[in-house]
T-cell receptor
Framework: GNSVTQMEGPVTLSEEAFLTINCTYT??????LFWYVQYPGEGLQLLLK?????DKGSNKGFEATYRKETTSFHLEKGSVQVSDSAVYFC??????????FGKGNQVVVIP | EAGVAQSPRYKIIEKRQSVAFWCNPI?????LYWYQQILGQGPKLLIQ????????DSQLPKDRFSAERLKGVDSTLKIQPAKLEDSAVYLC????????????FGPGTRLTVT
């Protein structure tokens, strides 16, 4: 089937630290991959996407590279800010433009 | 541009009662989705509409859940009767037909069933 696995547990780090959130996927065919972010009290919003192998999606200082050989799409940011505190969801597209989401990772950035 | 609107934001009901949620998508978005997000999990698609037709309702528990989008704009999701395990956030999202991966989400309705 089509599924996404994210690393377990919340992530707590200090401001200006390096952030990595792991995401691996299982899919039939060649899905597009996404990261969505949910800020406190708001709806999910698309952060970045990659539509084919070796593509790099980037936005707001965040990056993720579509790695077909390791079926991964890890999210990274070099220097996080308090305003990056949110829940981050990895997702893939399948079928008729449907999305399958991972469980999400809460990121807490401490000043 | 106005975002996806949902109401109510919060709802508390007793088991076996019924409840309805409303969603108004972004103007011009033909595709509308309802998701269920249980605490600690990612959103799970319940139903997908293209205009006023159902594209996918394979994960909708049809014995108790129903949804409609009669005029191809607003949509309602109903649960009757509710069970304790229906406690979750119900998210509505919409997208353009040719950019369905870029879904715009509403703030959700948090349902608590006691």
């Amino acid at each position: 089937g089509n599924s996404v696995t994210q690393m377990e547990g919340p992530v707590t780090l200090s401001e200006e630290a390096f952030l990595t959130i792991n995401c691996t996927y299982t899919a039939t065919g060649y899905p597009s991959l996404f990261w969505y972010v949910q800020y406190p009290g708001e709806g999910l919003q698309l952060l970045l996407k990659a539509t084919k192998a070796d593509d790099k999606g980037s936005n707001k200082g965040f990056e993720a590279t579509y790695r077909k050989e390791t079926t991964s799409f890890h999210l990274e940011k070099g220097s996080v800010q308090v305003s990056d505190s949110a829940v981050y969801f990895c997702a893939l597209s399948y079928g008729n433009n449907r999305l399958a989401f991972g469980k999400g990772n809460q990121v807490v950035v401490i000043p | 541009e106005a975002g996806v609107a949902q109401s109510p934001r919060y709802k508390i009901i007793e088991k076996r009662q019924s409840v309805a949620f409303w969603c108004n998508p972004i103007s011009g978005h033909a595709t509308l989705y309802w998701y269920q997000q249980i605490l600690g999990q990612g959103p799970k698609l319940l139903i997908q509409f293209q205009n006023n037709g159902v594209v996918d309702d394979s994960q909708l528990p049809k014995d108790r859940f129903s949804a409609e989008r009669l005029k191809g704009v607003d949509s309602t999701l109903k649960i009757q009767p509710a069970k304790l395990e229906d406690s979750a956030v119900y998210l509505c999202a919409s997208s353009l037909s040719d950019r369905a991966y870029e879904q715009y989400f509403g703030p959700g309705t948090r349902l608590t069933v006691t």
